[in-house]
Nanobody, 114 residues
């Protein structure tokens, strides 16, 4: 059974940094992509960043230049380095894995105070 577990969320002041981790357990034959999504209260879940099987990355415009997505295949872990955080980055951040099926983590709360 495939499981995604996020960690690294928390409370940080505006301008600060956090690094989220998503560790994957279970057997997956081929991963098409992995990504980070977020959902703020009263808003729809939105894509933050994605990394494909060939290492290509893409970012939402609102985080480009501030966030960096990466993967460590040896550790079955994906990361999201978040710098220059803003109050509008406050949300629950979810890890996503797209293979033959799509998997989600349970989310980790990120709160940025002004």
């Amino acid at each position: 059974q495939v499981q995604l577990v996020e960690s690294g969320g928390g409370l940080v002041q505006a301008g600060g940094s956090l690094r989220l981790s998503c560790t994957v357990s279970g057997s997956i034959f081929f991963i098409k992509s992995m990504g980070w999504y977020r959902q703020a209260p009263g808003k729809q879940r939105e894509l933050v960043a994605i990394i494909t099987s060939d290492g290509s990355t893409n970012y939402a415009g609102s985080v480009k230049g501030r966030f960096t997505i990466s993967r460590d295949n040896a550790k079955n872990t994906m990361y999201l380095q978040m710098n220059s955080l803003k109050p509008e980055d406050t949300a629950v951040y979810y890890c996503n894995l797209d293979a033959i099926m799509t998997y989600w983590g349970h989310g980790t709360q990120v709160t940025v105070s002004s």
